[in-house]
C-alpha cells in the first residue's frame, strides 16, 4: 500500500508542469499599412461601380441622352441658318459663321452638362441613397465625385462627336488629329471644373429646386457674356471685359483657333483681350487655375456632405 501511494506520489510529480514558469518575450507586430497597389486597385473598384451605376440609369432613361445631342445639334442648325448671310470673314480670319459657332456650341453643351451633374447626387441625397453609399466600407469617398467627373465627360465627347460631325456635312470643316487633342483636353478640364462646382452646390443647396433656379439663373447669362456667338469686337468695352474673364471664352476660343487651322502652337494667340493676350497655353493654364479656385472653395461642403 505504502508502495502504491509512493509511486502515485512520483507519477505525479513528474507528470505535473512547474507552477511558476519564466517570463517569454512577446513581440507586437504593428499594423501594416495598406500598400499603395491595393488602395489604388480598391479606389478604381469604386470608381468603375459608382461610374457603372450611372451608365445603367442613363440605358433605362436614353431620352437624356438623346435630348442632349438634338439640343446642342438644334442650336448649330438654327442659328448657323439665322446667320449663313454673314460674309466669310466677318467674325474671323476666312470663317464662315458655321465654323465660328460650332466651338461655341460644343463648349455650352459640355458646359451644361457639367453643371447639371449635380443633380442626380442631389436626388440620391434627398431620397436616402447618398447614405448607403456613405456607410459603405469605401477606401476613399473623393470616388463619388471621380465617377461622376468620367460619366459627364464620357457624355460630352458623345455630344462633342455629332456637332463636329454636322457642322462638318455643313460645311465647316474637321480639326486635325493635333486639334481634336486640344479640343479633349480643353474639354476636360472645363467639365471637371464646373462638375466640382456643381457637386458642391448639390451639398450647399437645401433641395432640387434650389439647385435648378440656380442653373436656370447662371446658364445662359454665361453663354451670351462669352464668345460663343459673337466675337469680342462686336461687344462694347465693359461686356469684352467680362467675356474675356469668362471660363467659357478660354474653353471656346483655342477650340475655334483650332477649327480653322490645321496648324497651331502653344503659344498662339487666339483672342485679344482688353488686358492682352491669350494664347492656347495660357488658356489651358487659365482653366486649370479656375478649377483649383474652385476645389478649394467647395473643399469644405464637400467634407461635410460626405462626412
Excluded at 502515485?8 to 507586437?28: A, G, V
Excluded at 470663317?95 to 443633380?119: C, D, E, H, K, P
Aim: one cysteine or more.
Amino acid at each position: 500500500m505504502l508502495w502504491l501511494i509512493c509511486t502515485d506520489n512520483d507519477m505525479t510529480q513528474t507528470s505535473l508542469p512547474p507552477l511558476i514558469q519564466e517570463p517569454q518575450s512577446h513581440q507586437f507586430s504593428q499594423p501594416e499599412s495598406p500598400q499603395p497597389s491595393l488602395w489604388w486597385a480598391d479606389f478604381r473598384q469604386e470608381v468603375t461601380a459608382l461610374t457603372t451605376r450611372l451608365f445603367i440609369q442613363l440605358r433605362r432613361r436614353p431620352t437624356t441622352l438623346i435630348a442632349g445631342v438634338l439640343q446642342p445639334l438644334m442650336w448649330l442648325l438654327l442659328f448657323g441658318a439665322l446667320f449663313s448671310g454673314l460674309p466669310k470673314g466677318l467674325v474671323g480670319d476666312g470663317q464662315t459663321y458655321v465654323q465660328f459657332l460650332a466651338a461655341g456650341i460644343i463648349v455650352f453643351t459640355a458646359f451644361s452638362s457639367a453643371l447639371n451633374s449635380g443633380l442626380p447626387m442631389l436626388f440620391d441625397r434627398e431620397f436616402g441613397f447618398l447614405n448607403r453609399i456613405l456607410v459603405a466600407p469605401l477606401v476613399s469617398r473623393f470616388s463619388i465625385i471621380a465617377a461622376s467627373a468620367i460619366f459627364i465627360i464620357a457624355l460630352s465627347m458623345v455630344q462633342t462627336l455629332a456637332i463636329v460631325s454636322v457642322s462638318g456635312l455643313m460645311g465647316a470643316g474637321l480639326p486635325s488629329l493635333s486639334g481634336l487633342a486640344v479640343m479633349a483636353l480643353i474639354l476636360m478640364l472645363l467639365i471637371v471644373d464646373f462638375t466640382m462646382l456643381s457637386l458642391g452646390l448639390a451639398f450647399a443647396m437645401p433641395g432640387h429646386q434650389e439647385m435648378l433656379a440656380f442653373i436656370f439663373l447662371v446658364n445662359l447669362p454665361l453663354m451670351f457674356s462669352s464668345t460663343a456667338l459673337a466675337p469680342l469686337a462686336f461687344m462694347p468695352t465693359w461686356l469684352q471685359w467680362i467675356a474675356s474673364l469668362n471660363p467659357l471664352s478660354w474653353a471656346i476660343e483655342p477650340i475655334r483657333y483650332v477649327y480653322s487651322h490645321s496648324t497651331w502652337a502653344w503659344d498662339s494667340v487666339v483672342f485679344t483681350a482688353p488686358w492682352g493676350n491669350m494664347t492656347i497655353s495660357n488658356a489651358a493654364i487659365a482653366l486649370l487655375g479656375f478649377g483649383i479656385f474652385v476645389s478649394i472653395f467647395i473643399r469644405g461642403t464637400l467634407r461635410r456632405g460626405i462626412a
